[in-house]
């Protein structure tokens, strides 16, 4: 058995066809015969993917090999694609079965590689999202490849353009030490929102970085960006837990990470090495580290709990020691969710539920322990995690992060694997980065989701912040700031789970005569293995397809396959998530769509559509397909404004859901109101 981490993705092997891609070829110099076969869990947690070879008509004898070639080209094949994340040892951990009692042991050689970035694909500009005016700001200019690893053998010669902002150089030439990331420093010299351009016209790539904005109405008080929550090669993930702290801080600039391993591998030398981790790369004001871990029982115990304490000298309350070896400390451990609760309660800690492979009970739920839940990660998007836990009169705010297992902590990419998004950023709203604001605000709710760009949101309810609690004896009025990445489509003013107010800023706007989008969505079941997939087709009767642009999809695993004046294909996996196709038309007004896909089939006349978007529902975990013919313009990349509500008796919470152009999106926390 030659066993792979859980979270390589690696291509499958395959063992029949020479010709074809992943071609694995099995040869012994014996007498015996073989067959391989590939199993994604033969192996013992974390080496679980695992291509197992049979031996048999004989067995091997003293002196006799086996040579296994992953991507054998000999016949034909294009060979097999690697890992497509960088690691410093991806290791093929080799067992064997001796004597046919099912018990492996593991040979002590195991070959190792380095997997290294492919050359630079694009660009990547990252700034602060909130600066006063002559304040020295660092400016990040990073190269990635593909797959989303920095490149670290770039060396192209970018411009700088940030109207605006002084300091900046017109041109810089990367060198080998920068390793494919490069910081500026500048300065804000007015008020307003700036953004910086970033171009390489040889590499044929530009950005625009996400906005600094020097303080405005409402957007007095600083944002931090995190990302609390992933793991690394102690647990099921890539890399070392240090590789991880480091990459967070220097490659994606987060200001603030948390490390969530399953505490049923962490041993005692992981989590002291966990802490040593957290009191040195905790910088105030550069860099934040919440000491954590994953809490991982399972769904019936109350599911998987991240857990952060304020200081780095608190003990691990685990949900067992399944994978620890050394079983003295298992009187430690708390199981069911209720027991950790108690242990929590009264200490500088919080538990955020989240759904991984074990999505969290929400019935369970202690509101001195549970301040707010994971609504979206690389895993997809769980809002249905906040709306269940209003219904339930949770009062709970929103976080999202990476739950990532690539060693990419703050810019996680989802590979080619099981991980179906783009993994997401939590903002949290402080005045200052330091351990005791950054773990306030959490506890607060003063905080919010987003995809993973870096949309600035401030949500105020009579004047109250996301988060707060507020009595009110009649009307209420919201108001609602977004300065985003992208142009924002619209501003969903939700209460509970009902929406009440669409902001749309290209309401009044005609239609486009040439503009549809189609979008697909949703997830299979709520649990693990939840991706829809959505490989298909589109064809248009009555127009010519001029353009066809892919919407929000989140690797180069998916995309448009084929596109032509009649029709598009396209390979997809959702996981709650979105992905689409933006259509430029000849003349939609006398058009037909017919859409063809395992969840839907359906067709429509796009000139019988409006300005809201005909949705086709799908079934399973709220898959469906939505076409809209676009209004015509550009839509804002900043939107600010106001709207009242009487709200009916009892107890209520407002929240937003912002949707960029680009398919990003954004989640405030409620603040909730008792009438």
């Given at each position: 058995?030659?066993?792979?981490?859980?979270?390589?993705?690696?291509?499958?092997?395959?063992?029949?066809?020479?010709?074809?891609?992943?071609?694995?070829?099995?040869?012994?110099?014996?007498?015996?015969?073989?067959?391989?076969?590939?199993?994604?869990?033969?192996?013992?947690?974390?080496?679980?993917?695992?291509?197992?070879?049979?031996?048999?008509?004989?067995?091997?004898?003293?002196?006799?090999?086996?040579?296994?070639?992953?991507?054998?080209?000999?016949?034909?094949?294009?060979?097999?694609?690697?890992?497509?994340?960088?690691?410093?040892?991806?290791?093929?951990?080799?067992?064997?079965?001796?004597?046919?009692?099912?018990?492996?042991?593991?040979?002590?050689?195991?070959?190792?590689?380095?997997?290294?970035?492919?050359?630079?694909?694009?660009?990547?500009?990252?700034?602060?999202?909130?600066?006063?005016?002559?304040?020295?700001?660092?400016?990040?200019?990073?190269?990635?490849?593909?797959?989303?690893?920095?490149?670290?053998?770039?060396?192209?010669?970018?411009?700088?353009?940030?109207?605006?902002?002084?300091?900046?150089?017109?041109?810089?030439?990367?060198?080998?030490?920068?390793?494919?990331?490069?910081?500026?420093?500048?300065?804000?010299?007015?008020?307003?929102?700036?953004?910086?351009?970033?171009?390489?016209?040889?590499?044929?790539?530009?950005?625009?970085?996400?906005?600094?904005?020097?303080?405005?109405?409402?957007?007095?008080?600083?944002?931090?960006?995190?990302?609390?929550?992933?793991?690394?090669?102690?647990?099921?993930?890539?890399?070392?837990?240090?590789?991880?702290?480091?990459?967070?801080?220097?490659?994606?600039?987060?200001?603030?990470?948390?490390?969530?391993?399953?505490?049923?591998?962490?041993?005692?030398?992981?989590?002291?090495?966990?802490?040593?981790?957290?009191?040195?790369?905790t910088q105030p004001g550069r860099f934040?580290?919440?000491?954590g871990y994953e809490w991982s029982g399972?769904?019936?115990?109350?599911?998987?709990?991240?857990?952060?304490?304020?200081?780095?000298?608190?003990?691990?309350?685990?949900?067992?020691?399944?994978?620890?070896?050394?079983?003295?400390?298992?009187?430690?451990?708390?199981?069911?969710?209720?027991?950790?609760?108690?242990?929590l309660r009264g200490r500088e800690a919080?538990?955020?539920?989240?759904?991984?492979?074990?999505?969290?009970?929400?019935?369970?739920?202690?509101?001195?322990?549970?301040?707010?839940?994971?609504?979206?990660?690389?895993?997809?998007?769980?809002?249905?995690?906040?709306?269940?836990?209003?219904?339930?009169?949770?009062?709970?705010?929103?976080?999202?992060?990476?739950?990532?297992?690539?060693?990419?902590?703050?810019?996680?990419?989802?590979?080619?694997?099981?991980?179906?998004?783009?993994?997401?950023?939590?903002?949290?709203?402080?005045?200052?980065?330091?351990?005791?604001?950054?773990?306030?605000?959490?506890?607060?709710?003063?905080?919010?989701?987003?995809?993973?760009?870096?949309?600035?949101?401030?949500?105020?309810?009579?004047?109250?912040?996301?988060?707060?609690?507020?009595?009110?004896?009649?009307?209420?009025?919201?108001?609602?700031?977004?300065?985003?990445?992208?142009?924002?489509?619209?501003?969903?003013?939700?209460?509970?789970?009902?929406?009440?107010?669409?902001?749309?800023?290209?309401?009044?706007?005609?239609?486009?005569?040439?503009?549809?989008?189609?979008?697909?969505?949703?997830?299979?079941?709520?649990?693990?293995?939840?991706?829809?997939?959505?490989?298909?087709?589109?064809?248009?009767?009555?127009?010519?397809?001029?353009?066809?642009?892919?919407?929000?999809?989140?690797?180069?695993?998916?995309?448009?396959?084929?596109?032509?004046?009649?029709?598009?294909?396209?390979?997809?996996?959702?996981?709650?998530?979105?992905?689409?196709?933006?259509?430029?038309?000849?003349?939609?007004?006398?058009?037909?769509?017919?859409?063809?896909?395992?969840?839907?089939?359906?067709?429509?006349?796009?000139?019988?559509?409006?300005?809201?978007?005909?949705?086709?529902?799908?079934?399973?975990?709220?898959?469906?397909?939505?076409?809209?013919?676009?209004?015509?313009?550009?839509?804002?990349?900043?939107?600010?404004?106001?709207?009242?509500?009487?709200?009916?008796?009892?107890?209520?919470?407002?929240?937003?859901?912002?949707?960029?152009?680009?398919?990003?999106?954004?989640?405030?926390?409620?603040?909730?109101?008792?009438?």
């Amino acid at each position: 058995m030659i066993s792979w981490r859980f979270a390589t993705d690696w291509s499958r092997p395959q063992f029949d066809d020479p010709g074809a891609p992943d071609y694995c070829s099995l040869a012994t110099d014996g007498r015996a015969s073989l067959h391989g076969r590939f199993d994604t869990k033969a192996g013992m947690r974390p080496w679980r993917k695992s291509t197992v070879i049979d031996v048999f008509d004989d067995g091997l004898h003293a002196g006799e090999t086996i040579t296994v070639t992953f991507g054998d080209t000999c016949g034909g094949s294009p060979g097999s694609r690697a890992q497509t994340f960088c690691e410093d040892t991806f290791e093929w951990r080799v067992q064997v079965n001796p004597f046919a009692t099912g018990e492996f042991i593991l040979l002590p050689d195991r070959p190792e590689i380095e997997i290294v970035s492919g050359p630079a694909a694009r660009l990547v500009s990252i700034v602060p999202s909130r600066a006063n005016t002559a304040e020295p700001v660092e400016v990040v200019v990073k190269a990635e490849d593909e797959w989303g690893n920095p490149a670290r053998g770039y060396e192209g010669t970018v411009r700088l353009e940030a109207p605006g902002l002084d300091g900046l150089p017109e041109a810089y030439t990367f060198a080998p030490e920068d390793r494919g990331v490069r910081r500026f420093m500048a300065e804000a010299v007015e008020v307003g929102e700036h953004r910086v351009t970033v171009s390489d016209q040889a590499l044929g790539a530009s950005v625009v970085s996400n906005p600094l904005v020097a303080p405005l109405e409402m957007l007095t008080t600083r944002v931090y960006w995190a990302d609390l929550h992933g793991q690394s090669e102690e647990t099921v993930g890539s890399n070392t837990a240090e590789d991880y702290h480091r990459f967070a801080r220097d490659d994606a600039a987060l200001d603030a990470v948390g490390h969530q391993g399953n505490d049923f591998q962490v041993t005692a030398e992981n989590w002291a090495e966990l802490q040593r981790l957290a009191r040195e790369y905790t910088q105030p004001g550069r860099f934040v580290v919440l000491l954590g871990y994953e809490w991982s029982g399972n769904t019936a115990g109350g599911g998987d709990h991240n857990v952060y304490y304020l200081r780095a000298d608190e003990p691990i309350f685990r949900s067992c020691h399944a994978l620890i070896p050394d079983k003295s400390t298992a009187d430690s451990d708390r199981y069911p969710i209720e027991r950790l609760y108690e242990e929590l309660r009264g200490r500088e800690a919080i538990a955020i539920p989240h759904v991984g492979g074990r999505r969290a009970d929400l019935s369970r739920h202690d509101p001195e322990v549970v301040p707010l839940v994971e609504i979206y990660s690389a895993w997809g998007l769980f809002e249905w995690m906040l709306t269940e836990s209003l219904a339930l009169g949770h009062r709970v705010g929103v976080v999202a992060g990476s739950d990532g297992h690539k060693g990419r902590p703050g810019a996680s990419h989802p590979g080619a694997s099981q991980f179906g998004a783009y993994g997401g950023l939590t903002g949290i709203i402080a005045e200052e980065l330091t351990p005791e604001a950054i773990f306030a605000a959490l506890r607060a709710r003063s905080c919010y989701a987003t995809t993973g760009p870096r949309i600035v949101l401030r949500v105020q309810l009579n004047g109250a912040p996301m988060g707060s609690e507020i009595a009110a004896d009649g009307p209420v009025t919201l108001a609602v700031s977004v300065v985003g990445t992208a142009g924002i489509r619209s501003v969903e003013v939700l209460r509970g789970d009902e929406v009440v107010h669409v902001h749309g800023p290209l309401a009044g706007a005609p239609l486009s005569d040439d503009l549809v989008r189609v979008v697909w969505s949703g997830a299979r079941i709520l649990g693990r293995d939840r991706a829809t997939v959505w490989d298909g087709r589109l064809e248009v009767e009555g127009a010519t397809i001029e353009e066809a642009r892919a919407y929000a999809f989140d690797g180069p695993q998916e995309g448009l396959t084929e596109v032509s004046a009649s029709h598009v294909a396209w390979r997809s996996i959702t996981t709650g998530d979105e992905d689409g196709v933006t259509l430029r038309l000849s003349d939609a007004n006398g058009a037909r769509l017919r859409f063809e896909s395992g969840p839907a089939e359906f067709d429509c006349a796009l000139g019988e559509l409006g300005g809201e978007p005909m949705v086709v529902e799908a079934g399973a975990i709220d898959q469906r397909v939505a076409v809209q013919r676009l209004p015509a313009g550009e839509p804002p990349p900043s939107v600010t404004f106001t709207w009242s509500d009487d709200p009916p008796p009892g107890a209520g919470a407002y929240w937003v859901r912002v949707t960029q152009d680009d398919g990003a999106h954004a989640w405030s926390s409620p603040v909730f109101v008792e009438r």
